[in-house]
């Protein structure tokens, strides 16, 4: 595909963890949102051990209840709500707007 769209939102809305398999590529929101701490880094290299992987993460239960609180917190901040309208109840204090909004206050000093 030619970006992210939006799967990686619809996954963490519906607590799926985001797999990325990308080399070198940024997240929406990365300057705000611990993707490291919530979703599985695949390198291209690896794609071939992607099932003994994904396996591994899933065996580790103490990981996957971390991933998926990070991403039960997070996701709000990936999806328009104060523009679009809520989703699930949520007020869009802290949507993807707000998000960028303080991407740009850290950015500029403020």
Do not use: K, N, Q
């Amino acid at each position: 595909g030619g970006g992210w769209g939006r799967r990686h939102t619809l996954a963490a809305m519906h607590g799926c963890i985001p797999v990325i398999i990308m080399d070198g590529s940024s997240l929406e929101l990365d300057e705000l949102l611990p993707w490291e701490r919530m979703s599985v880094r695949v390198a291209e290299r690896d794609i071939e051990r992607l099932p003994e992987i994904l396996a591994l993460v899933e065996a580790d239960e103490g990981r996957m209840r971390m991933m998926r609180s990070e991403l039960a917190c997070a996701w709000p901040r990936l999806i328009w709500s104060s523009i679009e309208g809520s989703y699930a109840g949520e007020d869009g204090s802290d949507d993807a707007f707000a998000s960028v909004m303080e991407i740009l206050r850290r950015r500029l000093g403020g």
